[in-house]
């Protein structure tokens, strides 16, 4: 089995748009949107939600009111300035509360709890190009890298009991937690670009993410008519780095028009951005692997 | 005041707007980038660099020969940074969230302050505009740690500097993007009029609503996609601040790095009308009313 | 006596090992000369939002075995393991509890000298 994740350190790249056609052209495989912080994939897919579940990371410390007897240890050891007296006593802000207990266990009252934080659900759903494993973290939550975890295995087992040679995910933009935990595992991280300046170094960024966990990583340059100084740049930058540039995409309008309509831009009538695209995914095949 | 320019969905031209924004303001101001994964307002700005330096964090050290291997870090430990086995003890830095409660319940006092890498934070001027930034180091997962320390500084330039700072934040909707926005005065939400777009900007008002800032949109690339945006935005009564069209020329000029308040008249009064109705925003809602009435 | 853990998606022998070390939905712990077992639950890993491998690795060296049978191990976990004094043997993915066993008692089953999945 293949895993291949496609990620582009800057967010607006064209990079979900690009997974929904790869969706589009692979064959046999499961689909996976491990951006679960602000999934889009699903709005090109249009998943029927066949399983639903809830997602719970951590924990939160909650003050019990009655029992609390204003003594302030609480907010004086917090190192995340969560807690708060807020005329009526002392309260946890959760948005700031980072769950560390340290509050729960030196309280000398016991008057803080420390239930399991509910921090969104994912889903393993049917769509018209095959399952999508995919989540929706509550908007504020945290960890997200946790939930990469959860549905990057429900995906492999998924892949597993329907005999699929590849899992296709959608990464996050950056390079922190979720963007750690997508490339584990993974064949082949595959970075969306465009010829900016904030294009051409984040790839860099986001490179050396993939060099620092050894992931193997290949190129495509989206918009790349905008620039082609910048386009230049980042080619010469991919050569010197031996990152194969998988497809030159032009900057065009077509991408949100498939968007708009619900479907992948594979799917409206042949362009020369469907053949490029086309073209890349063989590559990606080429490189990943696949179809041996 | 201090103003966070936010995004659900990334590449929606948040840096763009911060930008331009610093650069038309009418006072002293601070352009500070907390999307550290990504940092790129200086790619814009241009900044001269006058000083910059290492942001540590503050994680478990362990005196062995006073440790009695009794277990209440590792127990207390909710990220598993600290373990204790029999006659051992580990520790695992990159784990650790600096909560400080090993330290704080150790009765040997065998745990110290060690230090863990989180990036660089680096400061200068562009013209007249300061310039403050953090760069999150590869390979670090967590990057609120590093945010609150470019904020503690951020809080000590203004307290010298006074004036008004403009805050470029991460994408996305979850603690990174909450923790850039919760400290400002006023959050500037910005879109594209895609269902992309849309959909992010849904979960964005979501996650920052709770703080009870005040909000407004600004809609780049208008033009594009469809009309949901404006709907969504009237329906919540949220403001829509400004709106930047879609034209290939902006986005060619934003490929060479520069500034779009400056490539026309026309762009510069669509942000000097966006500063100002964001000070309009930022004021105390009775004063609002009384503005407008 | 001596005890091992094996990670298992069940509390029988006839269950199959999980392939997850630190998320293992528990682990089966055999006396081998008895071949009396106990299972460990590990549900709570599920909820943990890290370190669930280290946490792992204090649940079965309590439990006082000298040897893990699983599938993959990564190195933080690996390195707790070895810190508690337990063996590993990994890649036993596949398997019921009981094959595994076996295995290891007819001396089939490799010692890891390093983890089998990488760092995150």
């Known amino acids: ?292 | 005041m201090i103003v966070a320019v936010a995004s659900g969905k990334g590449g929606t031209g948040k840096t763009t707007v911060a930008a331009s924004l610093a650069t038309i303001w009418d006072g002293p101001v601070l352009g500070v980038d907390l999307d550290v994964e990504e940092p790129n307002l200086n790619l814009f700005l241009h900044p001269v660099i006058a000083g910059s330096e290492m942001a540590h964090m503050t994680v478990p050290m362990v005196e062995e020969a006073k440790c009695t291997y009794c277990g209440a870090c590792s127990e207390l430990c909710q990220f598993k940074a600290v373990s204790v086995f029999n006659q051992v003890i580990l520790i695992f830095p990159e784990m650790c969230h600096g909560c400080g409660g090993c330290m704080a319940i150790c009765p040997e006092k065998a745990i110290s302050p060690g230090q863990r890498e989180l990036g660089e934070i680096s400061w200068g001027r562009a013209g007249d505009v300061g310039f403050l930034s953090g760069r999150l180091r590869i390979g670090e997962a967590m990057s609120p740690p590093l945010m609150r320390r470019v904020k503690a500084r951020l809080d000590q330039m203004l307290a010298v500097t006074g004036g008004d700072a403009i805050i470029d934040a991460p994408p996305g909707v979850s603690c990174p993007a909450v923790n850039a926005v919760m400290d400002s005065d006023v959050i500037l939400l910005v879109t594209e009029p895609t269902p992309f777009g849309v959909y992010d900007f849904k979960l964005a008002w979501e996650a920052f609503t709770p703080l009870g800032k005040p909000m407004g949109a600004v809609i780049n690339r208008a033009g594009l996609g469809n009309d949901a945006i404006y709907r969504f935005c009237r329906e919540k009564g949220l403001p829509i601040l400004a709106e930047i069209p879609y034209d290939r020329a902006i986005a060619e000029a934003y490929s060479r790095g520069r500034v779009i308040a400056a490539l026309s008249p026309g762009l510069e009064a669509t942000f000097v009308t966006l500063r100002d109705e964001i000070r309009d925003l930022a004021k105390p809602s009775r004063s609002r009313e009384a503005a407008h009435a | ?120």
């Open chain 3, 1 to 120: 006596m001596t005890m091992i853990a094996v990670t298992s998606e069940g509390p029988s022998l006839d269950d199959l090992v999980d392939p997850r070390f630190g998320r293992a939905a528990g682990f089966v712990v055999v006396d081998l000369e008895t071949m009396d077992i106990q299972y460990i639950d590990n549900g709570q890993s599920q909820v943990m939002a890290q370190g669930a491998g280290i946490q792992a690795a204090e649940l079965v060296a309590r439990a006082g075995v000298s040897c893990l049978l699983t599938g993959y191990v990564g190195p933080k976990a690996f390195k707790a393991l070895s810190a508690a004094g337990i063996k590993v043997g990994q890649n036993l993915e596949g398997l019921t509890v009981r094959d595994a066993v076996e295995r290891f008692k007819s001396n089939q089953v490799e010692i890891a000298a390093a983890a089998n999945r990488p760092g995150r």
């Open chain 1, 1 to 292: 089995m293949r895993e291949i994740i496609i990620i582009s350190g800057k967010g607006g790249t064209g990079k979900t748009s690009l997974t929904g056609a790869f969706a589009h052209l692979a064959a046999d495989k499961i689909i996976c949107d491990l951006d679960v912080d602000a999934p889009d994939l699903h709005l090109l897919l249009q998943p029927a939600k066949e399983r639903q579940e809830e997602f719970y990371s951590g924990h939160e410390a909650v003050i019990i009111g009655e029992k609390c007897d204003g003594c302030g240890l609480c907010a004086s050891l917090c190192q995340f300035g969560a807690i708060k007296e807020n005329g009526a006593g002392f309260v946890v802000d959760p948005v700031r509360c980072e769950g560390c207990k340290v509050c729960v266990a030196f309280c000398p009252t016991a008057a803080i709890r420390f239930p399991e934080r509910h921090c969104g659900q994912w889903y393993v759903s049917s769509t018209r190009f095959g399952p999508l494993v995919h989540a929706q973290l509550f908007p504020g939550a945290e960890n997200s890298g946790r939930l990469v975890m959860v549905l990057k295995q429900q995906a492999r087992e998924l892949a597993k009991a329907r005999g699929a040679d590849l899992v296709l995910c959608d990464g996050a933009p950056g390079i922190g937690c979720p963007v750690i935990s997508s490339l584990s595992g993974a064949n082949l991280a595959v970075a969306v670009t465009e010829p900016t300046p904030s294009g051409r170094h984040d790839l860099e960024r986001v490179a050396a993410l993939c060099r620092h966990f050894q992931t193997a990583l290949a190129v495509i340059i989206n918009k790349y008519d905008l620039n082609g100084d910048e386009t230049a740049r980042i080619e010469v930058f991919c050569h010197d780095e031996n990152y194969p540039v998988l497809a030159r995409l032009p900057h065009d309008p077509l991408v949100t028009k498939a968007m708009v309509q619900g479907l992948v831009v594979t799917e409206l009538p042949e362009s020369d951005f469907s053949r490029e695209l086309g073209q890349a995914w063989s590559r990606i095949e080429a490189l990943a692997g696949l179809g041996r």
